[in-house]
């Protein structure tokens, strides 16, 4: 049986590693968060920087919906080959991009 691929999720990959060559680890953390937001609610749009901040509201940013953001959470888990986690209460967990940041850069820094 062939595996199916998701395009999407290479592409955005692919995006953020040519950009963040010797940028260091913060930077590399914050443009793959904000990539794959833009990924997962914008699938059309290429560049994911232009008007998200590390206080950018979670819950508003995705209208409330939880499952797409968890949906989120799991594909930047996989760009940095970090184990799957349970995904409920987000919103509680994460109130804006800078949470899911310093989240992943905890997780990245004791691997």
């Known amino acids: ?3 199916v691929y998701d395009f999407s999720y290479y592409r955005a990959r692919k995006l953020v590693k040519n950009r963040m060559k010797d ?4 930077y590399e953390v914050y443009f793959s968060t904000v990539q794959f937001v833009y990924v997962n609610l914008w699938r059309n749009h ?6 998200l901040t590390t206080h950018t509201d979670l819950k508003e940013l995705f209208n409330g919906d939880e499952q ?7 594909l930047i ?14 919103f509680d967990q994460f109130q804006t991009i800078g949470d899911v940041c310093h989240y ?4 990245v820094k004791t691997m």
Do not use: N, S
Request: aromatic share 14%; with cysteine; charged share 25%.
């Open 46 to 51: 290429q560049d994911g920087m232009e008007f």
């Open 77 to 90: 888990h996989k760009y940095w080959e970090l184990e799957p986690v349970a995904c409920h209460g987000m």
């Open 68 to 74: 797409k953001f968890a949906t989120t959470f799991m």
């Open 1 to 3: 049986m062939a595996a």
């Open 104 to 107: 992943i850069e905890r997780k």
């Open 23 to 26: 940028k260091g680890l913060i």
